[in-house]
């Protein structure tokens, strides 16, 4: 038999004007997701800023909690759910992150795709993504499918709505580190 992993997606509002300016839109209350292999969020992937002070240049970049873009927004609110997935998925999901990391460079944002999005139409380039998107891709191509849609199309409240997702913390992020899930032994 084989163990299952917990594999977290943070989502996340800082109330940046580019965070303001999508929520108009989407009425979510989270407008960015990130991906994490552990819970307490170390290793966590999504697109965003790769400068904290440069919201234009924007692709694949490693998030912490703790410094960069989210250390400037001591407020930022968020939800995280954890997804249960076999030891073959979750090696399927590190194998295909493998790819973004080791290219990391030639990725861009996909401003594009944000616009397609709110049109119901993808807008996919092969080597531009937003938040969403991204995490949505690394489930899929690790065949795990929990939408009947193209990560292209998929956003941060798509997580929300997802039965798969169990919820395990909202609040503010920089409470998340001495929140007493984290000081549980019995969740993983």
């Known amino acids: 038999m084989t163990e299952s992993r917990s594999i977290y997606i943070l989502l996340t509002n800082t109330g940046t004007l580019f965070t303001k300016m999508i929520q108009v839109y ?3 209350p989270y407008n960015h997701a990130s991906i994490s292999f552990d819970r307490e969020l170390t290793e966590l992937y999504s697109f965003g800023r790769k400068n904290p002070y440069n919201p234009v ?3 694949f970049v490693r998030e912490d909690i703790r410094t960069g873009t989210f250390s400037r927004y001591p407020n930022t609110a968020c939800v995280i759910y954890k997804i249960e997935v076999s030891e073959r998925e979750e090696a399927k999901m590190r194998r295909v992150l493998n790819v973004f990391i080791r290219s990391r460079e030639k990725y861009l944002y996909n401003l594009l795709g944000i616009v397609g999005v709110a049109l119901k139409e ?7 993504y937003f938040c969403s998107q991204f ?5 899929h ?6 939408w009947n849609k193209l990560p292209a199309l998929v956003t941060p409240d ?4 997802s ?5 395990i913390y909202e609040g503010l992020l920089k ?6 899930i984290l000081k549980s032994k019995e969740l993983d």
């Open 163 to 167: 039965e798969r997702m169990e919820l």
């Open 26 to 28: 989407t009425r979510a």
């Open 135 to 139: 995490v949505a891709e690394i489930l």
């Open 158 to 161: 798509d997580f929300r709505q």
């Open 141 to 146: 191509r690790s065949g795990i499918k929990i």
């Open 122 to 128: 993808p807008v996919e380039f092969s080597n531009s």
């Open 57 to 59: 240049d924007g692709g």
């Open 175 to 180: 409470s998340y580190q001495d929140s007493s």
